[in-house]
């Protein structure tokens, strides 16, 4: 998601808050945690006002007050009542700052915005399996969700299925969260590309973790997030193992520069992710997008 130049001061956030959501709400960073060489979870409480409403799946553009704003998906879940956690890769200018931000340190916080993950309210002994596919730090904008499905998982028969793909093991994210998806009941499964030192686990593809699951495809519902080519081939893996392509959603991103739909920056054909996304169903015009390459 892009990065966006900006001279908000924390003083005058707090005076233009009456403007809407083009006003941070100043929010102190509560705890840090590295997941990564170069991915950083922040736990963010509001200095003075409400804690913040979300969907699982949703996104808030975070200020590095003196550096600028960028797009971040929300990492923890909507269901939790805990406080808000946002993990940030450091790739650019805006991202570095949130990531060297410390314990007491203010930043600002627009949103939520755009779509959430949706999946069916019925009963949990009615529903059918859902099988998560991440890519990556693509785990992060499913993290929630996951979490919130593993604390109904025993609560009836659906089945979570997590199949996570990394570039190397110092890729993967969110340790202690797998392990407590797995003691919840859900099927956690983990690859990476290329193996390290010491590794005992899967190495190949996150498409092949698909193929052994063990899911019930005919009533499945899908989540996937990650790197568009990741996101293109594991979705077509669903749809090779019987999962309905309108079944299937997949979270997109494009350079997310307001969130209101104002600028145009995260268009996608009919799209404009910010709005419309980036949740959106797999079938029909999606498939077809992803095949374009991001400009």
């Known amino acids: 998601m892009g990065e966006t130049p900006t001279a908000v001061v924390p003083g005058v956030a707090g005076e233009a808050r009456g403007h809407g959501s083009m006003a941070p709400v100043l929010h102190r960073v509560a705890d840090r945690r590295r997941e990564t060489a170069d991915v950083v979870t922040l736990t963010l409480v509001p200095l003075d006002a409400p ?112 199949a996570i793909g990394a570039r190397e093991p110092s890729q993967l994210v969110f340790d202690e969260d797998l392990e407590r998806w797995s003691r919840a009941g859900a099927s956690v499964a983990v690859t990476v590309d290329v193996a390290a030192s010491g590794w005992s686990g899967r190495v190949g593809l996150v498409t092949t973790l698909v193929a052994d699951a ?24 669903l749809v090779d193992a019987g999962v309905p392509p309108e079944s299937i959603q997949v979270s997109l991103e494009r350079n997310m520069q307001c969130g209101g739909a104002w600028c145009g920056h995260c268009q996608l054909g009919p799209f404009l992710l910010c709005r419309d996304g980036p949740v959106l169903p797999y079938a029909g015009t999606v498939e077809r997008l992803l095949l374009e390459r991001e400009r």
Request: hydrophobic share 50%; net charge negative; with cysteine.
């Open 51 to 162: 804690q913040m409403a979300f969907r699982n799946g949703q996104f808030n553009m975070l200020t590095a007050f003196g550096v600028g704003e960028v797009a971040i998906s929300i990492s923890s879940a909507a269901a939790g009542g805990g406080p808000l956690e946002h993990t940030v890769r450091d790739v650019g200018a805006v991202s570095h700052a949130l990531c060297e931000a410390q314990t007491g340190d203010v930043i600002g916080v627009r949103g939520p915005f755009g779509s959430g993950w949706e999946v069916p309210a019925a009963p949990v002994a009615a529903a059918g399996d859902v099988v998560v596919v991440a890519g990556g730090i693509g785990l992060a904008p499913l993290r929630g969700a996951v979490s919130d499905l593993a604390e109904r998982h025993c609560a009836g028969d659906r089945r979570v299925f997590v």
């Open 214 to 237: 063990g899911f019930d495809a005919a009533g499945a519902v899908a989540l996937v997030c990650g790197p568009e080519i990741m996101m293109r081939f594991s979705a077509r893996a």
